[in-house]
């Protein structure tokens, strides 16, 4: 899968986001300058030619794909899949499916990244949309919280996947052993919770992994467990209330600090308060589990800088290995649970 | 209902929460010192009466019932209830079931409160279990959220039940003309969002209420409605997950302040972002719904100053009168959605 140079291949979607072409152009050229990756740049030719055109690029490990049109925010995903079949990010992804590429990154809709990664990559089994998560609660940056995209109405099955998935993603992106799998839930006793929960309890209780039980909402915000597994539903919450409470307090801090300290001073207290509640800006963004390939998907507003760290996220998805390994996991625990 | 001598009676229990009898009783004696109510100490005899013995409480407007037996934090509630009938919580609530006070107000168990407030007063049409809300995001003070209690699997019927009862609240407690009522979801289109928010959205446009979708938890989070309404295991995580970002915030905040300002000064500044997450101790609690009755539930841990406030609620909640007009209207839409 890797260049003849043995170099990762990356498929940078130069058309989505909100700083797109520029910021994305910008940002993969300063990674095509690292020399750990071959970056393919897809997108209009004319538009990115002449971004690139801004800098040296000779002799760097990056070329152009073209594509033409691009899946805006907002745009109905499967609707503008079938209206834009060569669209930056369908290309992108497949790049990832003819292995020409190995992984994408984009920073365009997360809801069209999804939709084209479901229908060119494909879905592990047991799994029925992708699925998004990652460590979203910057007072608990070590815990991997999913699904918090798009998977409502999950069955146990479902949320057996995802823990599989989150248990996978500690052990490969963090280096944890044996890392603690846990549901979000009411009350902390195995038991307690809803329908949804007591039924995935007992297939989880089966399952092998290192399951320990039920973790409240103010013991997930602790980061009290490594993987926290829940509904669409319920994670999707859990991640725009960060967010809300997070804007709240940060306004709320600046007024009450105006008039104790410098301006700079109020700027770096503010920023650091600030990442408790947004760590998804921090990293750069994260990849989608559950397809068969590694796309990651960045915040619309990146600018170069968070371009970077998204594809420095792709290319370690891609070193690490997690998604066979995730693929043969779901296999075999849905075998064990009898499916 | 009221007493001889006009005043509204509320029973107290003596001997609910962390601190009692104690500051119960002192918080007791405050607010009879006031002289708007006659209040009832719930308790063992000799335990109030020599808390009592502490205050000059000749003339004032406080008296003691005996009661036999507390139900403690975490006590199975069903099973407390029927091994101990005569449990401060249980001869409070019967007081007002037979008229002889017009309100309750704990700081024990909210289970065994809840248990006890089902089983004694009976619950509304259309509700299940009592239901607990109010305002309990501090960045969103004006907001009423509900279920955040123990109502999990809720049927369609039962949110828009809810829905009723935030409207009445609103209405009554913050003299709004026309709330602003919406379901807690993951999108902002009406349509968006899991069966039960589908069922329900259905619902509530034929109720009469003003209803106006669906609010995503980052706006939640803003205010930008009077009523959310939601099933009790998402509404349970947002209070908790609440309460876990606040608590890891004020840690960071006051280490990060450090060296930058005096001590007293950290204290004024954590005190007032703190707010922001903790509404529940601030108000020093609020009344059960869908009981037919008022029962008010404090913070166990409250001091003589939570217990003050929290009788205020109660005496606010009698006065308004909204318990016979939540169960007119729920009588009144259970009816025009034909069930």
């Known amino acids: 899968m890797t260049a003849e140079n043995g170099m990762v291949k ?43 055109a801004k800098f040296d690029v000779d002799g760097l490990p990056i070329g152009v794909d073209p594509s033409d049109g691009v899946i805006r925010e907002g745009e109905p995903p499967a609707l503008a899949l079938r209206q834009k079949p060569k669209a930056s990010i369908v290309v992108s992804t497949r790049l990832v499916k003819r292995e020409q590429a190995d992984a994408s990154v984009t920073m365009g809709s997360t809801g069209a990244a999804m939709a084209a990664a479901a229908v060119v990559l494909g879905v592990a089994k047991g799994v029925e949309r992708p699925v998004l998560g990652g460590p979203i609660l910057g007072t608990a940056p070590r815990t991997m919280i999913l699904d918090v995209g798009s998977n409502v109405d999950c069955k146990p099955q479902q949320l057996v996947s995802y823990a599989v998935i989150g248990d996978v993603f500690a052990r490969y992106f963090w280096n944890l052993e044996r890392p603690r799998v846990a549901l979000i839930s009411v009350g902390a006793e195995i038991g307690k919770g809803n329908r949804q929960i007591r039924e995935t309890t007992e297939l989880l209780e089966k399952s092998g992994l290192n399951f320990v039980g039920n973790v409240e909402a103010h013991k997930l915000a602790k980061g009290a467990v490594d993987v926290a597994v829940c509904d669409g539903f319920v994670g999707n919450i859990v991640m725009k209330l960060t967010e809300g409470i997070g804007e709240a307090t940060d306004e709320r801090l600046r007024d009450r600090l105006q008039g104790t300290m410098s301006a700079e001073e109020i700027e770096s207290v503010a920023a650091d308060i600030h990442q408790l509640t947004n760590v998804v800006e921090m990293t750069g963004g994260g990849p989608l589990f559950g397809v068969n390939g590694v796309t990651v998907v960045g915040h619309g507003s990146a600018n170069a800088t968070a371009v970077y760290r998204a594809i420095e996220v792709a290319k370690r998805a891609v070193d690490t290995g997690y998604v066979p390994r995730i693929n043969q996991e779901l296999e075999a625990i849905h075998a064990k649970l009898g499916e």
Do not use: H, Y
Not at 29 to 47: S, W
């Open 10 to 52: 990356i498929a940078v979607d130069a058309m989505g986001g909100d700083n797109a072409p520029a910021e994305i152009v910008k940002g993969a050229v300063e990674f095509a300058r690292a020399g750990t990756a071959q970056i393919i740049l897809v997108g209009d030719p004319d538009a990115v030619q002449s971004e690139l």
